[in-house]
């Protein structure tokens, strides 16, 4: 793999790696893709002088994609992530109380204080759960991702040879080894660690729309029950509510969401880190992200039966 020193930027002067897709110090694009005539997958050549707030960071992951990881990637430390974590399993705790709500329990009274304990119960769990999910679950499908993005645009190859290895503090650029011409004083892009996890863990950020919608479906489509108490709630009692239609429908939002809109951020995110390539890698997330959604989800009993 050619390294530094065979791609010189037309604007700086500063060399790059000969495979490299924009200016590592001043963001010029050195190559474009077809791909980036789709605005999502645009580059942004424009100067960075802040990282935008968080909430705006979160918006832009809905609304510009691009620009939201584009501006991640230059303060990655401040990279929402953590935030977006705590959103999604607080919304997850609402959803349990949205499925908890169609159950009506017979020694329990609604506005009973043993009802407040079986709703508070739940909504722990729930906010437990999607924590957890969102934290192991994101966390090995980055590494997944990874993988496929090693096999398309040698990945980790790319972050070890822009930041160092995980852990090492990555030797600073001199004033000396640069034009006086480059944007970024010290090669900015360069004088940071990769916290690769902090910047792609933003791209489940979808799941805070998603999970919002569905607990609207929950409320309005899931069926109401009535069981004598809790022993009763996997028992007959309950089959119009675990066979209801509604759990199709949320597992293809599901399926969806990390068969094509995961893959998408992910690409976008793995592309502003790595400096590589946006089409190669988006063909191995989506072919990733499809995989997962036919395994998880389009092979579950509610739609084989």
Known sequence: MSTVGANRCPRCGND???????????????????IENFSIFKRIEEDFTSPARWYVLILWLFTKPNRAFWSINHKRKKAPAYKIMLFNALLYGLMGLAFFSH???????SLSIYRFYIDLAAFIAFFAFGFAVYLIGGVLLIWIFSRGANIAVDFSE????????????????SEAEMSPFSIYKGGTLHQQQAKKYSMMLCAFAPYLLLTAVKIVIILIGMPNITIPDMDFLVSPFSDPYFTSPVWVVLDVIDAFTIGIWIPILISLSIRELSNSSTFRVLVSSLAIGIIIAVLFYFLRPTFIL
Do not use: H
């Open 158 to 173: 790319r972050l070890e040879s822009r930041f160092g290895k995980e852990g090492e503090e990555k030797e600073k650029y």
């Open 103 to 109: 159950i009506n329990i017979l020694t329990m009274p």
């Open 16 to 34: 790059n790696r000969v495979d490299s897709f924009v200016c590592a110090f001043c963001g010029k694009r050195l190559r474009v893709e077809k």
